[in-house]
Protein backbone atom coordinates (compact mmCIF):
# COMPACT_ATOMS: atom_id res chain seq x y z
CA UNK A 1 0.00 0.00 0.00
CA UNK A 2 1.62 3.35 -1.01
CA UNK A 3 -0.33 5.78 1.67
CA UNK A 4 0.92 5.83 4.96
CA UNK A 5 -0.21 3.46 7.18
CA UNK A 6 0.90 4.06 10.75
CA UNK A 7 0.01 0.64 12.34
CA UNK A 8 2.02 -0.99 9.86
CA UNK A 9 4.65 1.08 8.44
CA UNK A 10 6.80 -0.69 6.26
CA UNK A 11 8.31 1.83 3.82
CA UNK A 12 11.89 0.80 2.83
CA UNK A 13 14.94 2.36 4.88
CA UNK A 14 18.64 2.00 3.97
CA UNK A 15 19.62 1.77 7.42
CA UNK A 16 18.25 1.35 10.86
CA UNK A 17 18.20 4.39 12.36
CA UNK A 18 16.05 5.72 9.89
CA UNK A 19 13.72 3.70 10.32
CA UNK A 20 13.90 4.02 14.19
CA UNK A 21 13.10 7.65 13.76
CA UNK A 22 10.16 7.21 11.95
CA UNK A 23 8.77 4.40 14.11
CA UNK A 24 9.60 6.11 17.59
CA UNK A 25 8.02 9.39 15.44
CA UNK A 26 4.81 7.61 15.15
CA UNK A 27 4.64 5.88 18.55
CA UNK A 28 4.88 8.99 20.44
CA UNK A 29 1.90 10.51 18.72
CA UNK A 30 0.21 7.16 18.91
CA UNK A 31 0.85 7.61 22.64
CA UNK A 32 -0.54 10.81 22.65
CA UNK A 33 -3.72 9.86 21.18
CA UNK A 34 -5.92 11.75 18.89
CA UNK A 35 -7.95 12.77 22.11
CA UNK A 36 -4.98 15.18 23.37
CA UNK A 37 -4.29 16.20 20.04
CA UNK A 38 -7.28 17.46 19.67
CA UNK A 39 -7.11 19.04 23.06
CA UNK A 40 -4.23 20.56 22.26
CA UNK A 41 -5.42 22.12 19.85
CA UNK A 42 -8.44 23.48 20.71
CA UNK A 43 -6.48 25.05 23.81
CA UNK A 44 -3.51 26.34 21.70
CA UNK A 45 -0.97 24.22 23.92
CA UNK A 46 2.41 24.88 23.07
CA UNK A 47 3.86 21.60 22.06
CA UNK A 48 6.69 21.15 24.12
CA UNK A 49 6.19 17.48 24.97
CA UNK A 50 6.73 17.29 21.29
CA UNK A 51 9.86 19.10 20.93
CA UNK A 52 11.22 17.30 24.61
CA UNK A 53 10.64 14.05 22.10
CA UNK A 54 12.44 15.31 19.09
CA UNK A 55 15.33 16.69 21.21
CA UNK A 56 15.53 12.74 23.25
CA UNK A 57 15.30 10.94 19.72
CA UNK A 58 18.01 14.03 18.47
CA UNK A 59 15.60 13.08 15.73
CA UNK A 60 16.15 17.01 13.91
CA UNK A 61 19.96 16.40 14.32
CA UNK A 62 19.93 13.05 12.83
CA UNK A 63 17.92 14.05 9.73
CA UNK A 64 18.92 17.99 9.11
CA UNK A 65 22.46 18.05 9.93
CA UNK A 66 24.99 17.12 6.96
CA UNK A 67 27.93 14.59 7.46
CA UNK A 68 30.64 15.94 8.71
CA UNK A 69 28.82 17.97 11.37
CA UNK A 70 27.11 16.13 13.77
CA UNK A 71 27.30 12.57 14.61
CA UNK A 72 27.61 9.78 12.30
CA UNK A 73 24.30 9.37 11.01
CA UNK A 74 23.36 12.88 10.06
CA UNK A 75 22.41 13.25 6.70
CA UNK A 76 20.47 15.56 4.31
CA UNK A 77 18.94 12.66 2.76
CA UNK A 78 15.14 14.05 1.01
CA UNK A 79 14.22 10.24 0.80
CA UNK A 80 13.73 10.10 4.76
CA UNK A 81 12.72 13.54 5.31
CA UNK A 82 9.71 13.00 3.35
CA UNK A 83 8.76 10.81 5.29
CA UNK A 84 9.05 12.64 8.48
CA UNK A 85 7.01 15.13 7.18
CA UNK A 86 4.26 13.07 6.20
CA UNK A 87 4.47 11.54 9.76
CA UNK A 88 4.22 14.60 11.38
CA UNK A 89 1.32 16.33 9.11
CA UNK A 90 -0.54 12.90 9.70
CA UNK A 91 -0.89 13.61 13.15
CA UNK A 92 -0.60 17.96 12.86
CA UNK A 93 0.25 21.15 10.83
CA UNK A 94 1.61 22.57 14.41
CA UNK A 95 4.04 19.99 14.65
CA UNK A 96 5.38 19.89 11.04
CA UNK A 97 5.58 23.59 10.78
CA UNK A 98 8.01 23.43 13.73
CA UNK A 99 10.51 21.29 11.97
CA UNK A 100 9.65 23.07 8.26
CA UNK A 101 10.59 26.67 9.54
CA UNK A 102 13.97 24.66 11.41
CA UNK A 103 14.41 23.70 7.64
CA UNK A 104 13.99 26.81 5.88
CA UNK A 105 15.98 28.33 9.20
CA UNK A 106 18.87 26.04 7.79
CA UNK A 107 18.94 26.88 4.20
CA UNK A 108 20.60 30.01 4.76
CA UNK A 109 23.17 28.71 7.19
CA UNK A 110 24.20 24.93 5.14
CA UNK A 111 24.60 27.35 2.26
CA UNK A 112 27.09 29.87 3.77
CA UNK A 113 31.41 30.03 3.90
CA UNK A 114 30.59 30.90 7.38
CA UNK A 115 32.27 27.45 9.17
CA UNK A 116 31.85 29.00 12.54
CA UNK A 117 27.97 29.36 12.07
CA UNK A 118 27.71 26.15 10.87
CA UNK A 119 29.67 24.49 13.10
CA UNK A 120 27.36 26.57 16.27
CA UNK A 121 24.20 25.28 14.01
CA UNK A 122 25.36 21.48 14.52
CA UNK A 123 26.10 21.70 17.92
CA UNK A 124 22.74 23.78 18.58
CA UNK A 125 20.71 20.93 16.49
CA UNK A 126 22.45 17.83 18.94
CA UNK A 127 21.54 20.14 21.57
CA UNK A 128 17.76 20.12 20.16
CA UNK A 129 16.91 23.43 19.23
CA UNK A 130 14.99 24.54 16.53
CA UNK A 131 15.62 27.40 13.84
CA UNK A 132 13.81 30.08 12.29
CA UNK A 133 13.60 31.98 8.74
CA UNK A 134 12.85 35.60 9.01
CA UNK A 135 12.47 36.41 5.46
CA UNK A 136 9.33 37.97 5.27
CA UNK A 137 7.77 41.49 6.62
CA UNK A 138 4.49 42.88 7.12
CA UNK A 139 4.29 45.54 4.55
CA UNK A 140 6.20 43.63 1.18
CA UNK A 141 4.84 40.12 1.25
CA UNK A 142 6.34 38.33 -1.63
CA UNK A 143 8.18 41.27 -2.71
CA UNK A 144 11.49 40.62 -0.85
CA UNK A 145 12.91 43.12 -2.72
CA UNK A 146 11.82 45.75 -0.56
CA UNK A 147 12.91 44.14 2.93
CA UNK A 148 12.96 47.07 5.36
CA UNK A 149 15.53 45.79 7.82
CA UNK A 150 18.20 47.96 7.85
CA UNK A 151 22.45 47.39 9.13
CA UNK A 152 23.91 50.71 9.36
CA UNK A 153 27.98 49.99 9.32
CA UNK A 154 29.33 51.41 12.27
CA UNK A 155 32.88 53.04 12.98
CA UNK A 156 34.07 50.24 14.16
CA UNK A 157 33.28 47.50 11.19
CA UNK A 158 29.82 46.26 13.00
CA UNK A 159 26.64 46.91 12.36
CA UNK A 160 23.41 48.47 14.06
CA UNK A 161 20.15 46.65 13.03
CA UNK A 162 16.70 47.81 13.06
CA UNK A 163 13.85 46.57 11.40
CA UNK A 164 10.88 44.12 11.76
CA UNK A 165 10.36 40.68 11.09
CA UNK A 166 6.62 39.44 10.54
CA UNK A 167 5.30 35.65 10.42
CA UNK A 168 7.97 33.98 11.64
CA UNK A 169 7.70 30.87 12.97
CA UNK A 170 10.17 29.31 16.16
CA UNK A 171 10.93 33.16 16.33
CA UNK A 172 10.31 32.77 20.01
CA UNK A 173 12.80 30.14 20.97
CA UNK A 174 15.31 30.25 18.15
CA UNK A 175 19.17 30.73 19.21
CA UNK A 176 19.61 31.31 15.73
CA UNK A 177 17.23 32.97 13.20
CA UNK A 178 18.23 33.37 9.90
CA UNK A 179 17.05 37.17 9.00
CA UNK A 180 17.61 38.39 5.81
CA UNK A 181 18.19 42.55 5.41
CA UNK A 182 20.10 44.71 3.55
CA UNK A 183 23.27 47.34 4.27
CA UNK A 184 22.45 50.73 4.38
CA UNK A 185 23.75 52.87 2.26
CA UNK A 186 24.71 50.21 -0.48
CA UNK A 187 21.45 48.33 -0.06
CA UNK A 188 23.66 45.69 -0.30
CA UNK A 189 21.51 42.08 0.80
CA UNK A 190 22.99 40.18 3.82
CA UNK A 191 21.82 36.98 5.67
CA UNK A 192 22.73 36.70 9.16
CA UNK A 193 21.79 34.77 12.59
CA UNK A 194 19.87 36.80 15.58
CA UNK A 195 19.72 35.31 18.53
CA UNK A 196 16.16 35.40 20.21
CA UNK A 197 18.20 35.47 23.54
CA UNK A 198 19.79 38.80 23.09
CA UNK A 199 18.25 42.01 24.68
CA UNK A 200 17.75 44.16 21.61
CA UNK A 201 15.57 40.94 19.79
CA UNK A 202 12.41 42.40 20.98
CA UNK A 203 9.53 39.24 20.32
CA UNK A 204 6.12 41.52 19.89
CA UNK A 205 3.45 39.10 19.76
CA UNK A 206 2.07 35.26 18.22
CA UNK A 207 0.30 37.05 15.32
CA UNK A 208 -1.48 33.25 14.90
CA UNK A 209 -4.28 31.97 17.09
CA UNK A 210 -2.38 28.58 17.35
CA UNK A 211 -0.46 26.10 19.10
CA UNK A 212 2.25 26.96 16.92
CA UNK A 213 4.47 30.48 17.44
CA UNK A 214 4.27 32.58 14.18
CA UNK A 215 6.58 35.58 15.44
CA UNK A 216 6.42 39.32 14.99
CA UNK A 217 10.14 40.60 16.51
CA UNK A 218 12.09 43.40 16.02
CA UNK A 219 15.69 44.37 16.23
CA UNK A 220 16.58 47.67 17.68
CA UNK A 221 20.13 48.31 17.41
CA UNK A 222 21.05 44.27 17.45
CA UNK A 223 24.46 44.78 17.08
CA UNK A 224 25.50 42.17 14.38
CA UNK A 225 29.06 41.44 14.23
CA UNK A 226 30.87 39.73 10.63
CA UNK A 227 30.84 37.03 12.58
CA UNK A 228 26.86 36.94 12.64
CA UNK A 229 26.85 36.92 8.67
CA UNK A 230 25.99 34.36 6.71
CA UNK A 231 26.69 35.70 3.19
CA UNK A 232 26.38 39.44 1.30
CA UNK A 233 25.04 40.56 -1.86
CA UNK A 234 24.33 38.02 -4.68
CA UNK A 235 25.20 34.71 -2.31
CA UNK A 236 22.64 36.50 -0.05
CA UNK A 237 19.68 36.53 -2.39
CA UNK A 238 20.51 33.53 -3.97
CA UNK A 239 20.13 32.01 -0.68
CA UNK A 240 17.21 33.03 0.19
CA UNK A 241 15.28 31.62 -3.06
CA UNK A 242 17.53 28.38 -3.00
CA UNK A 243 16.49 27.84 0.73
CA UNK A 244 12.81 28.37 -0.43
CA UNK A 245 13.18 26.07 -3.83
CA UNK A 246 14.03 23.59 -1.21
CA UNK A 247 11.62 24.09 1.74
CA UNK A 248 8.25 24.65 -0.76
CA UNK A 249 8.79 20.93 -1.66
CA UNK A 250 7.93 19.98 2.16
CA UNK A 251 4.48 21.84 1.79
CA UNK A 252 3.15 19.12 -0.81
CA UNK A 253 4.02 16.04 1.99
CA UNK A 254 2.04 18.03 4.50
CA UNK A 255 -0.80 17.78 2.26
CA UNK A 256 -0.46 14.49 1.99
CA UNK A 257 -0.01 13.66 5.42
CA UNK A 258 -3.36 15.45 6.27
CA UNK A 259 -5.39 13.93 3.42
CA UNK A 260 -4.38 10.56 4.24
CA UNK A 261 -5.47 10.84 7.77
CA UNK A 262 -8.86 12.18 7.01
CA UNK A 263 -9.04 10.01 4.54
CA UNK A 264 -8.92 7.47 6.99
CA UNK A 265 -11.64 8.90 9.14
CA UNK A 266 -14.10 9.80 6.23
CA UNK A 267 -14.30 5.82 5.11
CA UNK A 268 -14.42 4.76 8.86
CA UNK A 269 -17.47 6.66 9.49
CA UNK A 270 -19.09 6.35 5.95
CA UNK A 271 -18.88 2.64 6.10
CA UNK A 272 -20.40 2.26 9.57
CA UNK A 273 -22.42 4.78 9.50
CA UNK A 274 -25.95 3.16 7.97
CA UNK A 275 -28.98 5.89 6.86
CA UNK A 276 -32.12 3.99 4.94
CA UNK A 277 -30.88 0.40 6.16
CA UNK A 278 -27.77 0.96 3.99
CA UNK A 279 -24.01 2.05 4.24
CA UNK A 280 -23.32 5.35 3.42
CA UNK A 281 -20.69 3.62 1.34
CA UNK A 282 -23.44 2.17 -0.54
CA UNK A 283 -24.42 5.22 -2.16
CA UNK A 284 -23.12 5.39 -5.81
CA UNK A 285 -22.39 8.97 -5.50
CA UNK A 286 -20.64 8.37 -2.30
CA UNK A 287 -18.59 5.99 -3.80
CA UNK A 288 -18.15 8.23 -6.99
CA UNK A 289 -16.55 11.23 -4.32
CA UNK A 290 -14.23 8.60 -2.50
CA UNK A 291 -12.84 7.11 -6.04
CA UNK A 292 -11.90 10.48 -6.74
CA UNK A 293 -10.50 11.42 -3.69
CA UNK A 294 -8.71 8.46 -3.26
CA UNK A 295 -7.09 8.86 -6.99
CA UNK A 296 -6.41 12.45 -6.20
CA UNK A 297 -4.82 12.06 -3.21
CA UNK A 298 -2.96 9.31 -5.24
CA UNK A 299 -1.55 11.38 -7.79
CA UNK A 300 -0.67 13.84 -4.99
CA UNK A 301 1.76 11.22 -3.42
CA UNK A 302 3.22 9.52 -6.39
CA UNK A 303 3.50 13.22 -8.00
CA UNK A 304 5.97 14.21 -4.94
CA UNK A 305 7.57 10.86 -4.43
CA UNK A 306 9.00 11.72 -8.44
CA UNK A 307 9.94 14.87 -7.72
CA UNK A 308 12.01 13.78 -4.86
CA UNK A 309 14.04 12.29 -7.51
CA UNK A 310 14.93 14.86 -9.41
CA UNK A 311 15.94 17.00 -6.28
CA UNK A 312 18.02 14.32 -5.18
CA UNK A 313 19.54 14.00 -8.66
CA UNK A 314 20.20 17.78 -9.36
CA UNK A 315 23.38 19.05 -10.86
CA UNK A 316 24.52 22.71 -12.42
CA UNK A 317 23.47 20.90 -15.69
CA UNK A 318 19.99 19.30 -14.37
CA UNK A 319 17.72 21.80 -13.07
CA UNK A 320 14.59 20.31 -13.95
CA UNK A 321 13.43 20.44 -10.07
CA UNK A 322 13.24 23.85 -10.02
CA UNK A 323 9.57 23.34 -12.09
CA UNK A 324 8.95 20.54 -10.13
CA UNK A 325 9.50 21.76 -6.62
CA UNK A 326 7.11 24.74 -7.13
CA UNK A 327 4.45 22.10 -8.97
CA UNK A 328 4.33 20.43 -5.58
CA UNK A 329 3.68 23.48 -3.75
CA UNK A 330 0.81 24.62 -5.95
CA UNK A 331 -0.74 21.70 -6.74
CA UNK A 332 -0.10 19.07 -4.37
CA UNK A 333 -1.53 21.47 -2.39
CA UNK A 334 -4.80 22.94 -4.09
CA UNK A 335 -5.15 19.33 -4.83
CA UNK A 336 -5.14 18.39 -0.95
CA UNK A 337 -8.18 20.97 -0.52
CA UNK A 338 -10.26 19.34 -3.03
CA UNK A 339 -9.66 16.12 -1.51
CA UNK A 340 -11.00 17.65 1.40
CA UNK A 341 -13.83 19.02 -0.01
CA UNK A 342 -14.86 15.60 -1.32
CA UNK A 343 -14.60 14.35 2.02
CA UNK A 344 -16.50 16.52 3.81
CA UNK A 345 -19.26 16.55 1.41
CA UNK A 346 -19.50 12.82 2.63
CA UNK A 347 -19.02 12.92 5.93
CA UNK A 348 -21.00 16.64 6.59
CA UNK A 349 -21.51 17.13 9.98
CA UNK A 350 -19.61 14.51 11.42
CA UNK A 351 -16.56 16.73 10.16
CA UNK A 352 -17.50 19.71 12.29
CA UNK A 353 -17.02 17.62 15.88
CA UNK A 354 -14.18 18.38 18.43
CA UNK A 355 -12.42 14.89 18.26
CA UNK A 356 -12.15 14.50 14.86
CA UNK A 357 -9.02 14.73 13.56
CA UNK A 358 -10.75 15.93 10.22
CA UNK A 359 -12.33 19.43 12.17
CA UNK A 360 -8.27 20.36 12.11
CA UNK A 361 -7.51 18.83 8.83
CA UNK A 362 -10.14 20.98 6.78
CA UNK A 363 -8.75 24.32 8.93
CA UNK A 364 -5.44 23.89 8.20
CA UNK A 365 -5.68 22.50 4.55
CA UNK A 366 -5.78 25.74 3.29
CA UNK A 367 -3.02 26.75 4.89
CA UNK A 368 -0.21 25.47 2.59
CA UNK A 369 -1.29 26.56 -0.61
CA UNK A 370 -0.32 30.09 0.60
CA UNK A 371 2.79 29.42 2.54
CA UNK A 372 6.09 30.06 1.40
CA UNK A 373 4.91 31.83 -2.19
CA UNK A 374 0.96 31.55 -3.05
CA UNK A 375 -0.68 29.65 -5.95
CA UNK A 376 -0.12 32.96 -8.02
CA UNK A 377 3.41 33.59 -7.36
CA UNK A 378 4.00 29.84 -8.04
CA UNK A 379 2.36 29.58 -11.65
CA UNK A 380 3.71 32.80 -12.51
CA UNK A 381 7.17 30.86 -11.96
CA UNK A 382 6.04 27.88 -13.64
CA UNK A 383 5.11 30.17 -16.58
CA UNK A 384 8.97 30.55 -17.20
CA UNK A 385 9.36 27.36 -18.14
CA UNK A 386 6.68 26.50 -20.49
CA UNK A 387 8.42 27.27 -23.84
CA UNK A 388 11.38 25.38 -23.24
CA UNK A 389 9.19 22.35 -21.67
CA UNK A 390 6.85 22.23 -24.69
CA UNK A 391 8.89 23.36 -27.15
CA UNK A 392 12.71 21.99 -26.88
CA UNK A 393 12.97 18.69 -24.78
CA UNK A 394 16.41 17.15 -24.37
CA UNK A 395 17.87 14.49 -23.46
CA UNK A 396 18.89 13.09 -20.13
CA UNK A 397 19.93 9.82 -18.70
CA UNK A 398 16.85 8.26 -17.03
CA UNK A 399 16.89 9.51 -13.01
CA UNK A 400 16.62 6.82 -10.96
CA UNK A 401 14.29 5.98 -7.82
CA UNK A 402 16.52 7.44 -5.30
CA UNK A 403 16.21 5.89 -2.25
CA UNK A 404 19.66 5.18 -1.60
CA UNK A 405 21.43 6.37 1.98
CA UNK A 406 22.80 9.86 1.03
CA UNK A 407 23.77 13.32 1.65
CA UNK A 408 21.86 15.76 -0.69
CA UNK A 409 24.91 18.06 -1.09
CA UNK A 410 23.90 19.98 -4.16
CA UNK A 411 20.81 21.90 -1.97
CA UNK A 412 23.57 23.47 -0.82
CA UNK A 413 25.35 24.59 -3.42
CA UNK A 414 22.71 25.03 -5.97
CA UNK A 415 24.40 28.17 -7.28
CA UNK A 416 23.14 31.47 -9.14
CA UNK A 417 19.04 31.08 -8.80
CA UNK A 418 18.83 32.93 -11.98
CA UNK A 419 18.74 31.36 -16.28
CA UNK A 420 15.32 29.53 -15.19
CA UNK A 421 14.74 30.09 -18.79
CA UNK A 422 17.52 27.97 -19.79
CA UNK A 423 16.43 24.75 -18.47
CA UNK A 424 15.27 21.91 -20.58
CA UNK A 425 13.36 18.91 -20.15
CA UNK A 426 12.80 15.74 -20.84
CA UNK A 427 9.93 15.19 -23.24
CA UNK A 428 6.67 14.70 -21.72
CA UNK A 429 5.27 11.92 -24.64
CA UNK A 430 7.82 9.56 -23.72
CA UNK A 431 6.35 7.94 -20.59
CA UNK A 432 2.65 8.42 -21.96
CA UNK A 433 3.62 6.61 -25.25
CA UNK A 434 4.05 3.73 -22.16
CA UNK A 435 0.54 3.80 -21.29
CA UNK A 436 -2.43 2.24 -23.35
CA UNK A 437 -5.29 3.70 -21.25
CA UNK A 438 -8.45 5.41 -22.47
CA UNK A 439 -7.63 8.36 -20.01
CA UNK A 440 -4.46 8.84 -20.91
CA UNK A 441 -4.74 8.77 -24.46
CA UNK A 442 -7.43 11.30 -24.28
CA UNK A 443 -4.50 13.41 -21.95
CA UNK A 444 -2.16 12.96 -24.52
CA UNK A 445 -4.84 14.74 -27.24
CA UNK A 446 -5.35 17.37 -25.04
CA UNK A 447 -1.80 18.43 -24.66
CA UNK A 448 -1.48 18.12 -28.46
CA UNK A 449 -4.63 20.76 -28.79
CA UNK A 450 -2.62 23.14 -26.34
CA UNK A 451 0.48 22.83 -27.98
CA UNK A 452 -1.09 23.70 -31.31
CA UNK A 453 -3.14 26.48 -30.20
CA UNK A 454 0.65 28.32 -28.55
CA UNK A 455 2.35 27.02 -31.52
CA UNK A 456 -0.88 28.93 -34.07
CA UNK A 457 -1.64 31.80 -31.59
CA UNK A 458 1.56 32.69 -29.30
CA UNK A 459 1.01 34.92 -26.63
CA UNK A 460 0.93 38.17 -27.94
CA UNK A 461 3.67 41.33 -25.84
CA UNK A 462 0.24 42.36 -24.65
CA UNK A 463 -0.93 38.55 -23.05
CA UNK A 464 2.41 38.33 -21.86
CA UNK A 465 1.84 41.28 -19.59
CA UNK A 466 -1.32 40.08 -18.38
CA UNK A 467 -0.71 38.02 -15.23
CA UNK A 468 -4.50 36.92 -15.23
CA UNK A 469 -4.01 35.13 -19.34
CA UNK A 470 -0.64 33.73 -18.05
CA UNK A 471 -2.11 31.95 -14.89
CA UNK A 472 -4.88 29.88 -17.15
CA UNK A 473 -1.67 29.30 -19.08
CA UNK A 474 0.37 27.88 -16.09
CA UNK A 475 -2.60 26.02 -15.00
CA UNK A 476 -2.36 23.65 -17.67
CA UNK A 477 1.34 23.50 -17.78
CA UNK A 478 1.14 22.51 -14.26
CA UNK A 479 -1.50 19.68 -15.29
CA UNK A 480 1.11 17.98 -17.93
CA UNK A 481 4.13 18.16 -15.84
CA UNK A 482 1.65 16.58 -13.88
CA UNK A 483 0.72 13.65 -15.41
CA UNK A 484 3.88 13.09 -16.65
CA UNK A 485 5.99 12.41 -13.67
CA UNK A 486 2.56 10.97 -12.36
CA UNK A 487 3.04 7.99 -14.84
CA UNK A 488 6.86 7.69 -13.93
CA UNK A 489 6.44 6.85 -10.30
CA UNK A 490 3.98 4.66 -11.43
CA UNK A 491 6.23 3.00 -12.91
CA UNK A 492 8.74 2.78 -10.60
CA UNK A 493 6.31 2.39 -8.08
CA UNK A 494 4.77 -0.79 -9.79
CA UNK A 495 1.30 1.10 -9.34
CA UNK A 496 0.14 0.82 -12.96
CA UNK A 497 1.49 -3.07 -13.03
CA UNK A 498 -0.75 -3.77 -10.35
CA UNK A 499 -3.86 -1.61 -11.16
CA UNK A 500 -4.04 -0.31 -14.63
CA UNK A 501 -7.85 1.03 -13.49
CA UNK A 502 -6.54 3.10 -11.22
CA UNK A 503 -4.19 4.63 -13.04
CA UNK A 504 -6.81 5.47 -15.87
CA UNK A 505 -9.25 6.92 -13.18
CA UNK A 506 -6.30 9.49 -11.91
CA UNK A 507 -5.96 10.19 -15.70
CA UNK A 508 -9.75 10.64 -16.06
CA UNK A 509 -9.70 13.40 -13.05
CA UNK A 510 -6.56 14.82 -14.75
CA UNK A 511 -8.51 14.93 -18.46
CA UNK A 512 -11.35 16.87 -16.59
CA UNK A 513 -9.38 19.05 -15.11
CA UNK A 514 -7.41 20.45 -18.50
CA UNK A 515 -11.19 21.09 -19.97
CA UNK A 516 -11.85 23.80 -16.41
CA UNK A 517 -8.46 25.34 -16.00
CA UNK A 518 -10.14 29.18 -15.37
CA UNK A 519 -11.81 28.33 -12.42
CA UNK A 520 -9.71 30.05 -10.15
CA UNK A 521 -8.57 32.91 -12.08
CA UNK A 522 -10.75 34.46 -15.38
CA UNK A 523 -13.90 32.88 -16.54
CA UNK A 524 -13.44 31.04 -20.00
CA UNK A 525 -15.86 33.16 -21.66
CA UNK A 526 -12.95 36.51 -20.36
CA UNK A 527 -9.97 34.01 -21.88
CA UNK A 528 -11.48 33.48 -25.16
CA UNK A 529 -12.31 37.35 -25.70
CA UNK A 530 -8.93 38.17 -24.59
CA UNK A 531 -7.32 35.23 -27.20
CA UNK A 532 -9.16 36.24 -29.71
CA UNK A 533 -9.04 40.00 -29.87
CA UNK A 534 -5.05 39.62 -29.21
C1 LIG B 1 1.19 30.73 9.35
C2 LIG B 1 2.26 31.39 8.56
C3 LIG B 1 3.59 31.06 8.77
C4 LIG B 1 4.61 31.69 8.06
N1 LIG B 1 5.93 31.41 8.36
C5 LIG B 1 6.92 32.15 7.79
C6 LIG B 1 8.26 32.02 8.25
O1 LIG B 1 8.57 31.25 9.15
N2 LIG B 1 9.20 32.82 7.68
C7 LIG B 1 8.91 33.72 6.69
O2 LIG B 1 9.82 34.41 6.23
N3 LIG B 1 7.63 33.86 6.24
C8 LIG B 1 6.63 33.11 6.78
N4 LIG B 1 5.32 33.26 6.36
C9 LIG B 1 5.02 34.21 5.28
C10 LIG B 1 4.51 33.52 4.02
O3 LIG B 1 5.54 32.89 3.35
C11 LIG B 1 3.81 34.57 3.18
O4 LIG B 1 2.61 34.82 3.87
C12 LIG B 1 3.51 34.10 1.80
O5 LIG B 1 4.70 34.08 1.06
C13 LIG B 1 2.51 35.00 1.10
O6 LIG B 1 2.77 36.36 1.33
P1 LIG B 1 1.57 37.33 1.73
O7 LIG B 1 0.57 36.57 2.49
O8 LIG B 1 2.15 38.51 2.41
O9 LIG B 1 0.92 37.72 0.34
P2 LIG B 1 1.30 39.00 -0.58
O10 LIG B 1 2.73 38.90 -0.99
O11 LIG B 1 0.87 40.24 0.13
O12 LIG B 1 0.39 38.76 -1.85
C14 LIG B 1 -0.88 39.41 -2.08
C15 LIG B 1 -1.47 38.88 -3.37
O13 LIG B 1 -0.63 39.24 -4.47
C16 LIG B 1 -0.30 38.08 -5.24
N5 LIG B 1 1.08 38.19 -5.74
C17 LIG B 1 2.16 38.66 -5.05
N6 LIG B 1 3.27 38.60 -5.83
C18 LIG B 1 2.91 38.05 -7.02
C19 LIG B 1 3.62 37.70 -8.22
N7 LIG B 1 4.93 37.90 -8.36
N8 LIG B 1 2.90 37.14 -9.24
C20 LIG B 1 1.57 36.90 -9.11
N9 LIG B 1 0.84 37.22 -7.98
C21 LIG B 1 1.50 37.78 -6.95
C22 LIG B 1 -0.42 36.93 -4.26
O14 LIG B 1 -0.72 35.71 -4.92
C23 LIG B 1 -1.61 37.36 -3.38
O15 LIG B 1 -2.81 37.00 -3.98
C24 LIG B 1 4.29 32.64 7.06
C25 LIG B 1 2.95 32.96 6.83
C26 LIG B 1 1.96 32.37 7.57
C27 LIG B 1 0.54 32.77 7.33
Not at 489 to 495: I, K, M, P, Q, T
Request: glycine fraction near 6%; aromatic fraction near 12%.
Amino acid sequence: MILLNPKQHQRYYADERSKEIMLHTIDFFEQKGIRKLKEDDHNRTWYSDFLDFQKSERAFATLLTPPGYGGLDGRWDTWRNCEFNEILAFYGLAYWYTWQVSILGLGPIWQSDNEALKQRAAKLLQEGEVFAFGLSEQAHGADIYATEMRLTPQPEGNYRTNGEKYYIGNGNIAPMVSTFGKIDGTGEYVFFVADYRHQSYVLMRNVTPSQSYVAQFALRDYLVTEADILSRGQAAWDAALNTVNIGKYNLGWASIGICTHAFYEAIHHAAYRRLYGMAVTDFSHVRQMFTEAYARLLAMKLFTLRAADYMRSALPEDRRYLLYNPVVKMKVTTQGEEVINLLWDVIAAKGFEKDMYFEMAARDIRALPKLEGTVHVNIALIVKFMANNLFNAANYPEVPLRDDPVNDDFLFHQGPARGLGQIRFHDCGLVLDRFDLPNAELFREQISAFKVLLARAMPTEAQTQDVDFLLALGQILTLVVYGQLILEAAELYSVSAANGDLIDQIFHVLVRDVSSPCKCTSSPAALRRRWTTA
